[in-house]
């Protein structure tokens, strides 16, 4: 009997080791994910991830943060990283978009496997006198080097309040952490962030305090001026912020941050194993931080997104039944327009090789805009 027992815990043993090897072995042994820099929400969110990666699979991560967009987007595009825990440079880099409209860069494909909702307003020092967007006018507004996923939400959100970039003082910073930072050093008098970062924490822990400049969702003219500088937001009603009191909503718009990408010829396979271990995982780092319960697949794998989902994320979505008809619908148009530009970046770049760069961003950006508007 004893025996019996043994040979039956033994063999229960080797089912078990079988079944986690079995989850483990889809996963490579290293990964390199590049993220925000340190101090970021981005780059919390990929530590809590990959440290859950580690505890259930075994799988070893290294992050590479940046301050930069480009700084995040290189080692995937080089083949150095697996994924990137991006932001809107997503958008702006298969849109060719911003800092990439010169020559060397141009729409390119990226694929996304999910993102987290994010709320986004303008953040401002409390003692700034910044009630409503429109208050903004003549204030000190941070923005980031190198960074268009920050600067054009800011953009596009003064826009909310009928501003634009000539009625502030653009302050900017060498870093996303020195910017978001800014206001506590009495730097600058408001930002464009999500409300989680933790130099929002210790704004509001600070004798300036914080507040978040409204964008409400029935301000018809206001998200309307917005969306014509960035049509990738939506009204959001944001009850996680810092400084915000137990209760209380913060009318914000919302966005997808991070996001996971990765390039268009990532095996489908390597994806599908990827965001089924994210699945998997969830409830080793859904408290991770006060915002991670967002990345369960309902919310994160469906549009939309800045960029079109990856076959092997869309196949595993289809297999635990969140994606639809209609987000296949939605994929296809997305695509789509991303093929339509790099076809037409394929034609204009050497038409126009003898231009400046300033002027070659300027002429690609107008047919960005003709090529966009041809295909609503």
Known sequence: MKT?????????????????????????????????????????????????FGKKFGTRVRIQPSGSGIGRLQPLLQGRADYA?????????????????????????????????????????????????????????AFVAGNPSVNVKCEAILAFGGLTLDDVEVVTFPTYAAAMSSMTRNESDATCTTPTTSQLYELAESPRGIHYAPLEADNAEGWKQLLEVLPIMSPSNEDVAAGLAEGEVAKMGAYRYPIITTTVDKSADDVYAF??????????????????????????????????????????????????????????????????????????????????????????????????????
Request: no cysteine; proline share 3%; net charge negative.
């Open 4 to 52: 019996r027992t043994h040979i039956a815990a033994a063999v229960s043993g080797l089912m078990t080791l079988s079944a986690f090897s079995a989850s483990a072995q889809d996963l490579p042994d290293t990964m390199i994910w590049t993220s925000y820099d340190v101090g970021s929400a981005g780059y919390a969110e990929a530590s809590a991830i990959a440290d859950a």
């Open 275 to 376: 965001i089924k271990a994210l699945d998997e995982t969830y409830d080793l780092y859904k408290d991770g931080t006060a915002a991670m319960k967002r990345w369960a697949l309902e919310r994160s794998g469906k549009p939309a997104i800045d960029v079109p989902f990856h076959e092997g994320a869309i196949r595993y979505l289809k297999e635990k039944g969140i994606w639809t008809a209609e987000d296949d619908a939605w994929n296809a148009k997305r695509t789509e327009r991303m093929d339509a530009l790099i076809a037409a970046w394929a034609e204009f770049k050497p038409q126009n090789a003898d231009m400046s760069e300033e002027e070659f961003a300027a002429a690609w950006m107008a047919r960005r805009a003709e090529v966009a508007a041809s295909l609503n």
């Open 85 to 141: 825990f991006l932001a809107t440079e997503a958008f702006f880099l298969s849109e060719g978009a911003y800092d990439f409209a010169t020559p060397d860069w141009g729409p390119k494909e990226l694929r996304a496997i999910a993102g987290r909702p994010a709320g986004l307003t303008l953040v401002a020092a409390a003692d700034a006198g910044i009630e409503t967007v429109a208050d903004a006018r003549g204030k000190r507004i």
